[in-house]
């Protein structure tokens, strides 16, 4: 859990001496500058060059200020959250939970000496932001959310919400500010949404301006005019359109001028054409302002390229989803149907683009908490459903891929998002193997079951056993904790078919109308829990 640290300072906890070794330190800043940075630049180059250095320094860390202290051990835990387990054993001889483990809860210590509550200084602003984002996906959604908010109305305090140029601030801070701002803003929608609700901080009237189209070469703490922005991408654009969609759908307006808010994906007000006008106002601008310039042998133009398109299919997805017509998908026809399963499979497509290509790899740890597990399961129920037509060839053939591409989703421990997903393609695959057995020419040729669902049922039923057997554990201080991946209205059912009714936990059949194609409903699944942890 987040915060436990914080909130339980250990008076004689000596923060200078938990430092790792020169060398360690050094790899982890420079798996920082390489993996991490340019994602979301909140600091400028130089900053980070002078600190790394100081930390390079003989007993440099021992005259570190508790906010550095704490800034330089986020940079490690978010360092350590970019690397996989083999890269970790490798380059830093430990496993990657013990070393994420020890530097939060060091790095929670090092918040606690910056008095955390009520911090409003540039660094320690930083290093919780550094910590918040290393913990999505690692640590319970609700804690952190919990402290973004203290986080961002600390910023407020400081007046980070109102722009530098009003306040006679130096171009050089107005940037810095600007920068932490509106990095503040995504951070608090990635764990809202994650939490099933969207921060009224957005949809406030406040006046912070995006950052520069510039590089750091162009700005510095001596000048007195603001620099001209640049044409095309710079090492700000990663981060700089995900703030550019978020200010342009806070000038969203109903037709009588009030504003539409963050909600307008779901609002039954809206029309379907209207809402499709929106979203390509979206995409028209991402493509004017950052995509057009996308160069594809360049990684970090590839991460930016991909990811803005798989957000935009994400957004059409939405809007296709029966929640947001209030209906059942049962209700809805084939055309329907299948335009939202070819919007589900340009989503994995997407992602299968991002975990495929050598040359992002770096990258990779940031698309993890973006994959869209709804869209996955949705092409499942599909592949039942559809496990006799032309498309299935199609939905199997990206599901290999899919597997093939991202490892992480075969890693059952610790994701029981990923145990239930399997349970779903194993009774899609029985589906297919049944349809394919009765109308194939050949009596004794039997369906091959596709390698990766093979492998895919050793690792559930080796986990199953697993689970069994290890009981609740508990977390002792300082531990890095598995993502509360509770459902806010029921719980998780087990994927289970039996008479036509899709079952649940306690062994009760679904009383909701089955699709009258399959006896796999859609209808049954818990779409609050698979919407809320996008």
């Not at 938990?18 to 600091?43: E, N, S």
Request: charged share 25%; net charge neutral.
């Amino acid at each position: 859990m987040a915060l436990q640290s914080i909130m339980c300072r250990e008076p004689c906890f000596n923060v200078a001496r938990r430092h790792p070794t020169k060398q360690d330190a050094m790899t982890m800043w420079d798996i920082f500058i390489q993996r991490v940075h340019p994602l979301g630049k909140i600091c400028f180059d130089w900053e980070i060059d002078r600190l790394r250095a100081r930390t390079n320094t003989d007993g440099g860390s021992n005259v570190f200020t508790f906010q550095e202290h704490a800034f330089v051990f986020a940079v490690y835990l978010i360092s350590v959250r970019s690397l996989s387990e083999d890269e970790c054993i490798k380059l830093l001889r430990r496993s990657s939970s013990t070393l994420f483990s020890d530097f939060q809860m060091v790095c929670e210590q090092a918040l606690s000496g910056c008095n955390f509550f009520c911090a409003t200084d540039m660094t320690t602003l930083q290093a919780a932001m550094l910590y918040i984002s290393a913990g999505i996906e690692r640590m319970d959604t609700k804690s952190l959310w919990s402290m973004m908010s203290i986080v961002v109305r600390n910023a407020e305090r400081s007046g980070f919400h109102r722009d530098g140029t009003l306040l006679g601030l130096s171009p050089c801070e107005t940037e810095r500010r600007r920068r932490v701002w509106w990095q503040l803003q995504h951070l608090d929608l990635a764990l809202g949404v994650r939490s099933g609700s969207i921060p009224l901080t957005l949809s406030a009237s406040w006046d912070a301006r995006l950052p520069l189209n510039i590089e750091d070469e162009d700005i510095g703490p001596h000048m007195r005019e603001t620099p001209k922005e640049r044409d095309g991408l710079t090492s700000m654009t990663a981060g700089l359109w995900t703030y550019w969609v978020l200010e342009e759908q806070r000038s969203f307006r109903y037709k009588d001028g009030s504003r539409l808010g963050f909600f307008w994906l779901a609002d039954k007000t809206l029309t379907r054409t209207e809402k499709d006008n929106l979203i390509g106002r979206l995409e028209a601008g991402l493509n004017q302002r950052y995509l057009q310039f996308c160069d594809p042998i360049r990684p970090r133009d590839m991460v930016t390229h991909v990811l803005a398109r798989s957000f935009i299919c994400g957004m059409r997805r939405v809007i296709l989803h029966p929640l947001t017509y209030n209906g059942r998908l049962s209700e809805f026809g084939e055309q329907h149907r299948n335009e939202l399963l070819d919007v589900c499979i340009r989503g994995l497509e997407y992602d299968i683009a991002m975990q495929s290509n050598p040359s992002i790899r770096h990258f990779r740890w940031r698309f993890e908490g973006h994959f869209q597990w709804s869209a996955l399961v949705y092409v499942l129920i599909e592949a039942h459903r559809q496990c006799g037509t032309p498309r299935a060839e199609r939905i199997w053939s990206v599901l290999s891929d899919l597997y093939a591409a991202n490892h992480s989703l075969s890693e059952l421990p610790g994701d029981r998002r990923k145990s239930y997903v399997v349970e779903l393609l194993i009774k899609a695959w029985k589906a297919r193997e049944r349809y394919l057995s009765e109308n194939q020419h050949n009596p004794f040729q039997q369906p091959q079951q596709p390698t990766f669902l093979l492998n895919l049922e050793r690792k559930l039923s080796q986990h199953s056993e697993a689970s069994k057997a290890e009981g609740p554990s508990k977390r002792k201080l300082g531990e890095a904790e598995t993502p509360d991946l509770t459902p806010v209205k029921k719980p998780v059912p087990a994927a289970g078919i039996q008479n036509g009714n899709l079952q649940v936990d306690d062994g009760a059949p679904s009383s909701l109308d089955l699709d009258p194609f399959a006896d796999f409903n859609f209808d049954a699944i818990d779409w609050s829990f698979w919407e809320s942890v996008q």
